[in-house]
């Protein structure tokens, strides 16, 4: 049975193209209509200042990798060969569906996934044969766009095997398309072959999808996908955007106009404020200003500034008023923003000083605002490796803000809240890691006082309490906020488990943070963290084989998931060598190295895993004995 994962790859160097909306279009098509348990997206370099790079992120695991620069020794010269080679090493490693990012699918694989492994026809020998034949007579290549494989197929393995001596023809992908039909035709039992319509209904010279005949789109029934011919339809897939989706008639978008933003309004062009409160802030000041000028306004608040903040926004083109809240409190503050912002104004977008708008944010913003929309949900880059959706961009009318810290807009009773949603990463935050935290504490003891059933500021307050380390009242704090029938999201949950787990460590009782660690584990085992937490607390108790067990089961959860409660460490280093560090403890020396490789690898900065590396390379756990 082939396992439900994609993987898709972009590698870039010589002869490579620039990352396109037709790419993103095959990445989120492929997401809504396959609906893979796992997909990954492998690639080299990030391009820079690409929105639909970053538009893809929400749909899928990057991962990236250096590609290789040789198989067999034969050089693999170009990004198109490199990514022949990996993509057969990732399906022989996971097994999976392999796609290329100018495929479309139009169904579901699912049909074709009881083979062991399928490949599609590429082309005939004889034209008029047409589409729909497996006669190994009439075929000339297979397509290797789209693969199909059980994890550790042996076909996969033998054509990796072959590729060099393929190469070396210097036939340009002979390798790639006539290698794996001759093999076919050896011993026709290696994959399930699928007649050309399947995967390419339409050649590179047949360019029927950019017309509208009813009857070539009645040629699609039989399909699983198209392929858009991107290196040679250039100039066709350029013009392809959201625009063309929702104004052009023609096959291509009968097909897949279904898949475009929402238009934006035509009626008006949206007013748009930039608003922020801000306190002796001059070091952001101009950045901050710099990514918002796209905004009709940007208004600051300023809540007694004795540095140059006030002169350097108001020199950037900010509008500037000074107010005063006292007791201080941020929902205050923000509140008496917003009622500064202009009337007319149609959406605001809350931010803080130190955070900044990323490049692009004013198109898609007007692509998802519709004439009804009050509020949007985007990405936002907290920092330190955490990426998770945000709210607070929301109608000029109809929404106050809540709470004395942590602040949070809230609509009003008498508001009809209508979503509208991107996948884009809006916001990011570049944060002055001296600033004091030192308000915090006070103002989310009061926020829990004035609203005694808000599970999200309950968390927040015992959060911070760990912080602050007052040991016996954040225990208290964690263990009211895990009893409250509000608290019901698992992966916060889970957070409040880890905290409680720390707690006990810290007061040195280590059987209750043995207990609350696997309460983490059991409010979200699909997350890598509490399984971490549990193999810190073994690690440190000098049990190799509860370490290296919960260090494993961290690592078999592959999805990271996009929420603030993440910790980006899991995703690194840590429970691989945590796992190496274990195994030689326990004699299971190709394990410890592996695991200790691996490690050092992720972080080569880390002179203590290289360290590692070293000496259980060179020193078996036997010997040190």
């Known amino acids: 049975m082939i396992p439900n994962i994609i993987h898709m790859m972009w590698f870039t160097g010589p002869k490579s193209r620039d990352f396109g909306f037709l790419n993103y279009l095959a990445v989120k098509i492929a997401a809504e209509v396959q609906k893979p348990d796992h997909y990954y997206f492998y690639y080299n370099v990030e391009p820079a200042n690409n929105p639909h790079w970053e538009a893809i992120k929400p749909y899928v695991t990057m991962v990236q990798i250096d590609p290789p620069t040789e198989i067999g020794g034969v050089s693999l010269d170009y990004?198109?060969?490199?990514?022949?080679?990996?993509?057969?090493?990732?399906?022989?490693?996971?097994?999976?569906?392999?796609?290329?990012?100018?495929?479309?699918?139009?169904?579901?694989?699912?049909?074709?996934?009881?083979?062991?492994?399928?490949m599609g026809a590429d082309r005939y020998t004889n034209d008029r044969v047409g589409l729909h034949t497996t006669d190994p007579d009439q075929?000339?290549?297979?397509?290797?766009?789209?693969?199909?494989?059980?994890?550790?197929?042996?076909?996969?393995?033998?054509?990796?095997?072959?590729?060099?001596?393929?190469?070396?023809?210097?036939?340009?992908?002979?390798?790639?398309?006539?290698?794996?039909?001759?093999?076919y035709c050896q011993d026709p039992s290696v994959f399930a072959l699928q007649k050309v319509e399947a995967f390419i209904p339409f050649g590179f010279m047949d360019k029927f999808i950019f017309g509208n005949n009813d009857?070539?789109?009645?040629?699609?029934?039989?399909?699983?996908?198209?392929?858009?011919?991107?290196?040679?339809?250039?100039?066709?897939?350029?013009?392809?955007?959201?625009?063309?989706?929702?104004?052009?008639?023609?096959?291509?978008?009968?097909?897949?106009?279904?898949?475009?933003?929402e238009q934006a309004m035509r009626d008006k062009k949206l007013k748009v404020c930039v608003y922020a409160i801000s306190k002796n802030e001059e070091m952001f000041v101009e950045r901050f200003a710099a990514s918002a000028k796209?905004?009709?306004?940007?208004?600051?608040?300023?809540?007694?500034?004795t540095d140059n903040t006030v002169a350097t926004a108001q020199a950037a083109g900010c509008i500037v008023h000074s107010i005063c809240i006292s007791p201080w409190r941020f929902d205050l503050a923000r509140n008496a923003a917003l009622a500064?912002?202009?009337?007319?104004?149609?959406?605001?977008?809350?931010?803080?000083?130190?955070?900044i708008l990323e490049p692009g944010w004013r198109e898609d913003l007007e692509r998802v605002w519709k004439e009804d929309t009050t509020r949007l949900r985007y990405y936002f880059d907290w920092g330190c490796g955490i990426k998770f959706k945000y709210e607070k961009i929301h109608h000029r009318k109809g929404y106050m803000w809540h709470h004395p810290c942590h602040e949070y807009p809230i609509p009003d009773p008498r508001t009809n809240e209508v979503w509208a949603d991107t996948d884009m990463l809006m916001v990011s935050h570049h944060p002055d890691p001296t600033k004091s935290r030192g308000q915090y504490l006070d103002l989310l003891a009061v926020s829990v006082k004035e609203d005694p059933r808000c599970p999200r500021n309950a968390f927040y307050y015992a959060r911070e309490l760990?912080?602050?380390?007052?040991?016996?009242?954040?225990?208290?704090?964690?263990?009211?906020?895990?009893?409250?029938?509000?608290?019901?999201?698992?992966?916060?949950?889970?957070?409040?488990?880890?905290?409680?787990?720390?707690?006990?460590?810290?007061?040195?009782?280590?059987?209750?943070?043995?207990?609350?660690?696997?309460?983490?584990?059991?409010?979200?085992?699909?997350?890598?963290?509490?399984?971490?937490?549990?193999?810190?607390?073994?690690?440190?108790?000098?049990?190799?084989?509860?370490?290296?067990?919960?260090?494993?089961?961290?690592?078999?959860?592959?999805?990271?998931?996009?929420v603030y409660t993440c910790d980006p460490t899991v995703w690194g280093a840590k429970p691989h060598d945590l796992a190496a560090i274990a195994a030689w403890h326990m004699f299971m020396q190709d394990e410890a190295i592996k695991h200790a490789t691996i490690a050092a690898n992720l972080e080569p900065e880390d002179e203590r895993l290289q360290a590692n590396l070293r000496f259980i390379l060179e020193i078996p756990k036997e010997k040190a004995e």
């Open 215 to 261: 009857g070539d789109f009645a040629r699609l029934d039989r399909a699983y996908s198209v392929h858009m011919w991107e290196t040679i339809w250039t100039d066709d897939v350029k013009k392809i955007d959201n625009n063309y989706l929702r104004t052009e008639v023609n096959l291509f978008t009968r097909l897949f106009g279904k898949y475009a933003g």
């Open 294 to 305: 796209e905004a009709d306004y940007v208004l600051i608040a300023d809540t007694g500034s």
């Open 139 to 183: 075929i000339a290549s297979v397509a290797n766009g789209v693969i199909l494989a059980e994890r550790g197929n042996p076909f996969i393995g033998q054509w990796l095997d072959a590729i060099p001596a393929a190469i070396k023809s210097d036939v340009w992908a002979n390798h790639a398309v006539v290698l794996p039909f001759q093999m």
């Open 340 to 355: 500064l912002i202009p009337s007319d104004v149609d959406v605001c977008i809350s931010l803080d000083l130190d955070e």
């Open 466 to 562: 760990t912080f602050y380390g007052k040991l016996d009242e954040a225990l208290e704090a964690l263990n009211k906020y895990l009893t409250m029938p509000e608290a019901t999201w698992m992966n916060e949950r889970c957070y409040a488990y880890r905290l409680l787990g720390q707690t006990y460590e810290n007061k040195g009782d280590q059987w209750s943070a043995e207990s609350a660690y696997h309460k983490a584990c059991a409010e979200a085992p699909n997350t890598r963290e509490p399984w971490v937490d549990l193999a810190m607390l073994k690690f440190r108790q000098c049990q190799w084989p509860e370490t290296y067990a919960a260090a494993m089961r961290a690592l078999g959860v592959v999805n990271r998931e996009l």
């Open 79 to 118: 990004p198109q060969y490199q990514s022949d080679v990996v993509r057969l090493q990732k399906l022989l490693d996971h097994g999976g569906i392999y796609l290329d990012t100018d495929i479309l699918l139009l169904k579901p694989l699912t049909p074709l996934m009881n083979n062991s492994c399928v």
